[in-house]
C-alpha cells in the first residue's frame, strides 16, 4: 500500500481520485492551494496546503510524505478564461508542471501521472479521434496542455520520468455515493447549468449557438463519468511504473451527444421543465468532440463503469440536489 500526492485533490475529478486511491487501500495526499477547490472535498487523506508554483514547499512536502508517485490535478479548466487569459493558462499549466516535474526530481520521485484534455486535438477533422491524430489545439487551453505534454516527453529523456498523460473529454457525473462531486465557481459547464435550471437557480439554460454543422445544430461532446476518469489514473500509474514511458490515452465513452440531447436526456431524469434561450457561439468550441478509447481499454485495461449519458446525469444530479438544497 503507497503513498501518493495529489495536486489538485480538492478539486473535482482530483478528489474522485482520493476516494479511488483510497478505496484500493492507498493514501492520497493533497496538495491544494485551496484557491478554487474546496477544503470540505478532501476526506480520503491528509491536506498539505500550498501553490502549485512553490518549488520548496514540494520538495518539503514530498520529503515528509515519501510517495511513491504523483498525481496531478492542479490546474486551471476554463477555456472561456485562457482566451481572455492565455498568459495565466501558460503559467499555470506549463509553468506549474515544470515546477512539479523539478520538484519530483529533487525528491527522487520518478511516476507521474497528469490530467491532460481533448482540447489538445482542437478542431479534428474525424470522431471519434485517436491518439494517432495531429495534434492541433485552438484554444489556448489546450495549446498549454499539449506544451504540458511535450515538457514531460523532455523530462522522461532528461532524467527518467515515467508519465502518463490522460486526455480527458467531458469530465460529468458525481462520486454515485455522494461523497464528493462538481464544485466549480463559477460554473460553465453543461451538464450542471442544465440541473441550475431544473432546480429554477437559473431562469433558463442557453444553448451556445446552434448553426454547427450537427445533426441538430448543437455541439456534439463525449461525456465520461468521473468515478470512471478517477480509476483510470490507478490503471495509468500501474502502467508508468511497469512501463517507465511516456505515454498518452484518450478518456471518453466513445459516444457524442449534442447540447439538445443532453437537456432532453435531463428533463427525463430530473422530471422538470428546463426551459431553453438560444445563444451565440461560445469563442474555442469545437463543434464535435468524440473519443476514440480503444488504446485505454487494450492497454491500461481501462473499462468505463458508468460512463452513459444517463447515469452521469443522474449521478450529478443526486449531488446537485445534496449541494443546493
Ligand atoms: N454549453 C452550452 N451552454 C452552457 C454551457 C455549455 O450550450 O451554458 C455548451 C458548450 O458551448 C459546449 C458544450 O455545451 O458546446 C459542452 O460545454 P462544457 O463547457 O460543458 O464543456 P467543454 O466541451 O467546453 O469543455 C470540456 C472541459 C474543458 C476542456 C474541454 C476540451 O470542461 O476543461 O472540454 O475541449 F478543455
Known amino acids: 500500500m503507497a503513498t501518493v500526492l495529489i495536486t489538485g485533490g480538492a478539486g473535482y475529478v482530483g478528489s474522485h481520485a482520493c476516494k479511488a486511491l483510497a478505496r484500493a487501500g492507498h493514501t492520497p495526499v493533497v496538495y491544494d492551494s485551496l484557491i478554487r477547490g474546496h477544503r470540505e472535498l478532501?476526506?480520503?487523506?491528509?491536506?498539505?496546503?500550498?501553490?502549485?508554483?512553490?518549488?520548496a514547499r514540494l520538495i518539503e512536502v514530498m520529503n515528509r510524505h515519501h510517495p511513491v508517485a504523483v498525481m496531478h490535478f492542479a490546474s486551471f479548466i476554463f477555456v472561456g478564461e485562457s482566451v481572455e487569459k492565455p498568459d495565466l493558462y501558460e503559467e499555470?499549466?506549463?509553468?506549474?508542471?515544470?515546477?512539479?516535474?523539478?520538484?519530483?526530481?529533487a525528491a527522487g520521485v520518478d511516476n507521474l501521472v497528469v490530467s491532460s484534455s481533448a482540447a489538445v486535438y482542437g478542431n479534428p477533422a474525424r470522431a471519434p479521434v485517436s491518439e494517432d491524430e495531429p495534434c492541433r489545439p485552438v484554444n489556448p487551453y489546450g495549446v498549454s496542455k499539449l506544451k504540458?505534454?511535450?515538457?514531460?516527453?523532455?523530462?522522461q529523456k532528461s532524467h527518467g520520468l515515467a508519465w502518463v498523460a490522460l486526455r480527458y473529454f467531458n469530465a460529468a457525473g458525481a462520486d454515485p455515493d455522494g461523497e464528493t462531486g462538481e464544485w466549480h465557481d463559477p460554473e460553465t459547464h453543461l451538464i450542471p447549468r442544465v440541473l441550475d435550471a431544473a432546480l429554477g437557480r437559473d431562469a433558463a439554460i442557453?444553448?451556445?449557438?446552434?448553426?454547427?454543422?450537427?445533426?441538430?445544430?448543437?455541439?456534439?461532446?463525449?461525456y465520461v463519468?468521473?468515478?470512471?476518469?478517477?480509476d483510470a489514473h490507478l490503471l495509468a500509474w500501474r502502467h508508468a511504473v511497469g512501463n517507465r514511458e511516456g505515454a498518452a490515452f484518450n478518456?471518453?465513452?466513445?459516444?457524442?451527444?449534442?447540447?439538445?440531447?443532453?437537456?432532453d436526456a435531463a428533463r427525463k431524469i430530473t422530471g422538470r421543465s428546463i426551459p431553453v434561450v438560444l445563444g451565440v457561439r461560445r469563442d474555442g468550441d469545437p463543434p464535435v468532440l468524440v473519443a476514440d478509447s480503444a488504446r485505454a481499454r487494450s492497454i491500461l485495461g481501462w473499462a468505463p463503469q458508468r460512463s452513459d449519458l444517463a447515469s452521469q446525469i443522474?449521478?450529478?444530479?443526486?449531488?446537485?440536489?445534496?449541494?443546493?438544497?
Open 92 to 105: 499555470n499549466i506549463v509553468g506549474g508542471t515544470r515546477t512539479l516535474v523539478e520538484a519530483m526530481a
Open 42 to 55: 478532501v476526506k480520503w487523506g491528509p491536506l498539505e496546503i500550498g501553490d502549485i508554483h512553490d518549488r
Open 148 to 155: 504540458m505534454e511535450q515538457l514531460l516527453a523532455a523530462a
Open 206 to 222: 442557453t444553448i451556445n449557438g446552434n448553426d454547427y454543422p450537427t445533426p441538430d445544430g448543437t455541439c456534439v461532446r463525449d
Open 225 to 230: 463519468h468521473v468515478s470512471d476518469l478517477a
Open 251 to 263: 478518456l471518453g465513452s466513445s459516444r457524442g451527444f449534442s447540447v439538445r440531447e443532453v437537456v
Open 314 to 325: 443522474e449521478d450529478a444530479w443526486a449531488w446537485h440536489l445534496k449541494m443546493h438544497k
